[in-house]
């Protein structure tokens, strides 16, 4: 009997703005900035993450990989059997060497490829696959590791990838599923403007407690709910309280309410109801809790339309660190009904990148949707 061949890219510096708050990793000028302030690159850790449900099964199948941080450490360190298909051409990886990778892939046939980055490591699986007419021929599964995740070729987590690919390496049938490939214009990001568009679709497995669906543009609007929400949140705030507000529509209504400036797509600190910090990375959120060590913190986060993922999607500025300084009890977790109701009833999911964080964070929670209003909802991983 042949072995499964597993085919494994990474994009090693996928998400290395992720907690710094530089709303992506594209370009030469970004990582540079990152790794200047400290940026340390998560999306090995994260692929190796997904391969460790995979080790049990290592006599079923190998894995095909790039040299390097483009995937063998990981293989290397999960214990799994891999073989090379290409080197880098230099130490600093760069897009023309994903795409050189994913022609080494279908030249090897690949039964199925795994890849770890963000949107723009999955517009250039895309693009390769399509320069070399291999869409309808190889399907992808997606390790998030990325700032920007709006596509739906990701799994909900590393962890969940790795499941769903254990499944099919036992021989489980998988539907396969034309999904989308989107990706923003980074410039508009960072002014706080979403211009999303689809670039194309590659094929996966469909498993809606495995895979994230596609993230929901919000066309309609809901005001009086988002100021009902803002409203509540507000006349419950207390004195001397740390509010990081977190990225998103539902807590960017809460800084209209309060009349302040908002990062919409970033963190702010409010206290006392007046704005003290704008755009923070991780480590400013954590000096700001040093500075004010005998205040309480609060964390206000929202839920993706479409997805239900709460952390780990586009405010990763919240990591584990952050989050068990703040307190799982601190959090306080916003969306509007339609919302809720969009989900059609799956869970909603968190991708902190920690395990045992996301296994704290999971169980019911409740969810402010309107005045004074609440939902209890399950948090699932």
């Not at 755009?279 to 959120?285: K, N």
């Not at 307190?327 to 009904?337: D, E, F, Q, S, V």
Request: hydrophobic fraction near 45%; charge should be negative.
């Amino acid at each position: 009997m042949s072995l499964f061949k597993l085919g494994l890219i990474v994009n090693p510096v996928a998400g290395i703005g992720g907690r710094l708050g530089l709303k992506g990793s594209d370009g030469k000028v970004i990582r540079e900035a990152a790794f200047e302030q400290g940026a340390i690159a998560l999306a090995g850790a994260r692929s190796l993450q997904a391969l460790q449900p995979l080790s049990a099964l290592k006599a079923l199948f190998e894995v095909l990989t790039v040299a390097g941080t483009m995937g063998q450490e990981a293989a290397e360190e999960a214990g799994l059997n891999y073989r090379l298909v290409m080197r880098p051409e230099t130490e600093q990886t760069e897009p023309l060497d994903t795409r050189h990778a994913v022609e080494m892939m279908v030249k090897a046939k690949v039964d199925l490829l795994m890849f770890a980055g963000g949107d723009g490591t999955a517009r250039d699986i895309y693009n390769a696959l399509s320069a070399l007419n291999a869409l309808d021929s190889v399907s992808v599964v997606g390790i998030p590791a990325g700032c920007k995740i709006h596509s739906a070729v990701y799994a909900v987590s590393p962890l969940h990838a790795g499941e769903l690919v254990a499944s099919i390496i036992r021989g489980k049938a998988a539907r396969l599923v034309e999904a989308d490939v989107m990706d923003i214009d980074e410039v508009a990001f960072r002014d706080g403007v979403v211009k999303a568009r689809r670039y194309g679709g590659l094929w996966v497995p469909q498993d809606n407690q495995h895979m994230q669906a596609l993230k929901e543009g919000g066309v309609e609007h809901e005001s009086l709910a988002l100021q009902n929400i803002a409203l509540t949140v507000i006349e419950q705030m207390q004195p001397d309280v740390l509010y990081f507000i977190g990225s998103g529509s539902t807590p960017a209504a809460i800084m209209q309410e309060l009349g302040l400036e908002n990062t919409l797509l970033g963190i702010d600190l409010v206290i006392n109801q007046q704005l003290v910090g704008s755009d923070l990375t991780e480590q400013q959120i954590l000096q700001y809790m040093d500075q004010y060590s005998a205040a309480e913190a609060r964390i206000i986060v929202t839920v993706i339309g479409g997805q239900g993922i709460v952390f780990g999607r586009g405010n990763q500025q919240f990591s584990p660190e952050v989050i068990r300084r703040v307190g799982l009890k601190n959090i306080h977790y916003l969306a509007t009904a339609e919302k809720i109701r969009g989900l059609m009833g799956r869970a909603l999911r968190v991708d902190s990148g920690d395990e045992k964080l996301n296994s704290a964070l999971s169980g019911m929670v409740r969810v402010l949707t309107g005045y004074d209003e609440y939902m209890l909802y399950k948090i699932s991983i």
